[in-house]
């Protein structure tokens, strides 16, 4: 282990208290999506609709799944034709004939100039607008006492230069999360979100990469500046993440909703 790794956590059994139930996962094809896709097939969930736009990752992890013992179908669709989503995911689900839990897992983390519109609208696109037509693409098909998450980010309270489309969606993320909570609250349909911190992921450790190219620093002593700054001293596990989404989603969170809850090894104190 070097002195940017995280201690290996391994793969951990999981309660079994999602039997039976369906799921879907957009952004699945890696990451956090990818590892609430495991999670939620290690907890015995019964069949998994997978979303990314990565058709060959989606298909890696969709084995994955089967090879848990769950069912998957994989959607490789870009969350911005908003026509297909629908049309796909109202297919999945009529087939399927229920659903009991949605996680809205895809995103991107582009860098923007403060006026940039183009990389503005393409980040929002996904990362908000895109969480939004798959939410109201399974609405229909979520089942009383349903489960939804919404994966959010610390920078959802805050903010950061050059990541004003970035903040904005996360930000809005959470104020939609807070909404539907209330809207759904009378069909016993709980809404979360999670708001990881410096997580790692390959989306991460690119845009460390992109980072260090740019200013011509080190990328490896990038991220063990970021560990410094954390109080744990590491990085958050994608595991560790999935492992929060899979108790909101499962009986035993069944009083919390309307929460966004921070899993950030104490980066932002409680911000």
Known sequence: MNDIDNPPLGRRSAPGDLA??????TGSAGGIGREVALVLAESGAAHLVLLDRDAHGLETVAKEVRDLGAQATALAVDLRDRDRVRAELRAALRSLGRLD?????AGVADENAPDDEDTWQRVLDINLHG???????????LAAGGRIVNVSSILGKAGKMRNTAYCASKHGLIGYTKGLALDLASRDITVNAVLPGWTDTPMLRREIAAQADEIGADSERMLRQARKSIPLRRLVEAREAADLVGF????????ITAQSLTIDGGYTRGM
């Open 20 to 25: 039976g139930r369906t799921a879907v996962v």
């Open 101 to 105: 839990i949605l996680v809205n897992s």
């Open 131 to 141: 969480t939004f037509a798959v939410t109201a693409a399974c609405l229909e098909h």
């Open 248 to 255: 909101l989603v499962s009986d035993r969170a069944g009083a």
